[in-house]
C-alpha cells in the first residue's frame, strides 16, 4: 500500500504562487502515475493534473491549464504542482493520489489518496 502526504498549502493573494508537495512511502513511487484533485467547500473533488510514470505526459483540468504545472521526482518519490496566478476560486483542499493510467479526467485506477493541504487564496 503507498502511503501519500501532501504539504505546502497555505494563504495566499490573488494572483500569488504555491507550490505544492507529496511525498509517497510504501511502494516504489515510480510504478504509479499520479493526479492532484481539490474539493472546496459543498463541491464535488474534482480532477487538476495527473502526471504518468516517466513524466513524459501531463494533464490539466480547463480551470488550471497555463496556470499550473505538475512535475515529479521519481528519485525523491514527490509530486509537485506548481500554482501561478492563483484565484479566490482556487481555493479549495488540495490531494494527491496514486494510481494508474493518467487522462485529461484523472486517474482510471487508484490505489492511495494523502489526507490533504488547504489552499486558501484571497482576493
Known amino acids: 500500500q503507498v502511503q501519500l502526504v501532501e504539504s505546502g498549502g497555505g494563504l495566499v493573494q490573488a494572483g500569488g504562487s504555491l507550490r505544492l508537495s507529496c511525498a509517497t512511502s510504501?511502494?516504489?513511487?515510480?510504478?504509479?502515475?499520479m493526479g492532484w484533485f481539490r474539493q472546496s467547500p459543498g463541491k464535488e473533488r474534482e480532477f487538476v493534473a495527473a502526471i504518468s510514470k516517466s513524466g513524459t505526459s501531463t494533464y490539466y483540468a480547463d480551470s488550471v491549464k497555463g496556470r499550473s504545472t505538475i512535475s515529479r521526482d521519481n528519485a525523491k518519490n514527490t509530486v509537485y504542482l506548481q500554482m501561478s496566478s492563483l484565484k479566490p476560486e482556487d481555493t479549495a483542499v488540495y490531494y494527491c493520489?496514486?494510481?494508474?493510467?493518467?487522462?485529461?479526467?484523472?486517474?482510471?485506477?487508484?490505489?492511495?489518496w494523502g489526507q490533504g493541504t488547504q489552499v486558501t487564496v484571497s482576493s
Open positions: 510504501g511502494r516504489t513511487f515510480s510504478n504509479y502515475a
Open positions: 493520489a496514486a494510481g494508474q493510467v493518467p487522462g485529461p479526467q484523472g486517474l482510471l485506477q487508484y490505489y492511495g
